[in-house]
């Protein structure tokens, strides 16, 4: 079973799934899936091109402008149009692969591609799947995540495919297929814990370097908070270096950053608790984790964050930062009563889903077949 996977680099969780689900294949060789991906937006025209490098601007520095993004894509429908831009480039990866399935994980890859996709290859000889990690419905889930016409859309958890469902989507056209993480994350747990008495906080960036460390730092300081910090800093180097001069200069608390590759399933085992912004592929894997989750709301929310918080919220998971000092007492109150987190773990682990990577590999084989 060959597995062609549309994928984009807004923000970094849909490479994160692509990623984790060419692992899974790799690691499951009973199922006989070759995967490969590709980014038809980065890689066919200059304008899909521009929309992925606006998007990730305004993610780093204007969170709140999405808004006006994310409304004007809603009604532009400019991915629905009959033939891709760019289609040559596109269609040279389809004759090239000849994929029995086209795996879907962004919300702009569902329609045109998918169309152009049976056009191409034949429309009985390929089918169109879409993996949509959105952990709810309402103002921020996109229209656009929906193609009735396609064979299967997979769902993170019931929410989504009730969502899906909402926008037009077969009840029997839709599966739960739980998280698509990386394998570390579905590995039993190693000789991380967490040490008895002691506050540790993940801060966590967006792929790109988005992040608030130095503002959650200085409120830990100013409030006098006890706490050991680890600090992922994304790809940016200039991050990472502003983190590192910031614990150089206040050795009062003990900061640590981390390189990029770290391994953050065995990071999200071993602290108290993560900090970092609620986007689908950081909620997801501390739930996974039973990390409790903090998150961070500086700048204004995202659409696509505001249904994931929703999410967050009713299940009782996460506690929201509006203000860097909120970080600064959650960890006061939660330092004097351990139950706290505590009882966000057991919710964690009551939520999460109980199918995953291996029951996706085998619903796309029985699809296929």
């Given at each position: 079973m060959r597995v062609l996977i549309l994928t984009s680099s807004t923000g970094g969780c849909?490479?994160?799934?692509?990623?984790?689900?060419?692992?899974?294949?790799?690691?499951?060789?009973?199922?006989?899936?070759?995967?490969?991906?590709?980014?038809?937006?980065?890689?066919?025209?200059?304008?899909?091109?521009?929309?992925?490098?606006l998007y990730n601007w305004i993610q780093r520095t204007a969170p709140l402008l999405h808004h006006v993004y994310f409304n004007f894509l809603e009604v532009a429908s400019v991915i629905r149009s009959a033939t891709p831009l760019g289609a040559a480039r596109?269609?040279?990866?389809?004759?090239?692969?000849?994929?029995?399935?086209?795996?879907?994980?962004?919300?702009?890859l569902n329609h045109?591609?998918?169309?152009?996709?049976?056009?191409?290859?034949?429309?009985?000889r390929v089918r169109c799947v879409t993996y949509c990690d959105e952990l709810h419905g309402g103002y921020g889930f996109s229209r656009h995540w929906v193609n009735p016409a396609a064979d299967l859309f997979i769902g993170v958890v019931p929410e989504t495919c009730e969502a899906a469902v909402r926008w037009g989507m077969a009840p029997e056209k839709t599966f739960v297929?739980?998280?698509?993480?990386?394998r570390f994350f579905y590995e039993p747990a190693g000789t991380e814990t967490r040490e008895p008495g002691e506050f540790s906080l993940l801060l966590m960036a967006s792929g790109h370097g988005a992040q608030n460390h130095i503002a959650f730092l200085e409120a830990l300081k100013r409030q006098r908070v006890q706490a050991k910090v680890m600090a992922l800093c994304g790809a940016s180097a200039e991050a990472a270096r502003a983190v590192n001069a910031w614990a150089a200069a206040n050795p009062s608390l003990p900061v640590q950053v981390l390189p990029h590759d770290s391994n953050i399933a065995r990071l999200m085992r071993s602290v108290t608790a993560v900090v970092a912004r609620p986007g689908a592929g950081t909620c997801s894997e501390a739930i996974v984790s039973r990390c409790p989750l903090l998150i961070n709301t500086l700048g204004g929310l995202m659409p696509q964050e505001l249904i994931n918080?929703?999410?967050?919220?009713?299940?009782?998971?996460?506690?929201?930062?509006?203000?860097?000092?909120?970080?600064?007492?959650?960890a006061t109150e939660w330092k004097a009563n351990p139950a706290l987190p505590e009882t966000m773990r057991q919710r964690m682990d009551a939520v999460c889903p109980r199918n995953g990577p291996k029951e996706i590999l085998q619903r796309l084989a029985a699809l296929v077949s």
């Amino acid at each position: 079973m060959r597995v062609l996977i549309l994928t984009s680099s807004t923000g970094g969780c849909h490479d994160m799934r692509a990623r984790a689900f060419a692992e899974w294949a790799q690691a499951e060789p009973q199922h006989g899936v070759s995967v490969e991906w590709c980014r038809p937006l980065e890689e066919s025209h200059a304008i899909y091109k521009f929309g992925v490098e606006l998007y990730n601007w305004i993610q780093r520095t204007a969170p709140l402008l999405h808004h006006v993004y994310f409304n004007f894509l809603e009604v532009a429908s400019v991915i629905r149009s009959a033939t891709p831009l760019g289609a040559a480039r596109f269609r040279a990866v389809l004759e090239r692969v000849r994929p029995d399935v086209v795996l879907s994980v962004h919300d702009s890859l569902n329609h045109t591609f998918f169309d152009f996709a049976r056009t191409v290859l034949g429309r009985d000889r390929v089918r169109c799947v879409t993996y949509c990690d959105e952990l709810h419905g309402g103002y921020g889930f996109s229209r656009h995540w929906v193609n009735p016409a396609a064979d299967l859309f997979i769902g993170v958890v019931p929410e989504t495919c009730e969502a899906a469902v909402r926008w037009g989507m077969a009840p029997e056209k839709t599966f739960v297929g739980g998280f698509m993480t990386r394998r570390f994350f579905y590995e039993p747990a190693g000789t991380e814990t967490r040490e008895p008495g002691e506050f540790s906080l993940l801060l966590m960036a967006s792929g790109h370097g988005a992040q608030n460390h130095i503002a959650f730092l200085e409120a830990l300081k100013r409030q006098r908070v006890q706490a050991k910090v680890m600090a992922l800093c994304g790809a940016s180097a200039e991050a990472a270096r502003a983190v590192n001069a910031w614990a150089a200069a206040n050795p009062s608390l003990p900061v640590q950053v981390l390189p990029h590759d770290s391994n953050i399933a065995r990071l999200m085992r071993s602290v108290t608790a993560v900090v970092a912004r609620p986007g689908a592929g950081t909620c997801s894997e501390a739930i996974v984790s039973r990390c409790p989750l903090l998150i961070n709301t500086l700048g204004g929310l995202m659409p696509q964050e505001l249904i994931n918080v929703k999410f967050c919220r009713k299940h009782g998971i996460a506690e929201v930062i509006r203000r860097p000092d909120d970080l600064a007492r959650i960890a006061t109150e939660w330092k004097a009563n351990p139950a706290l987190p505590e009882t966000m773990r057991q919710r964690m682990d009551a939520v999460c889903p109980r199918n995953g990577p291996k029951e996706i590999l085998q619903r796309l084989a029985a699809l296929v077949s």
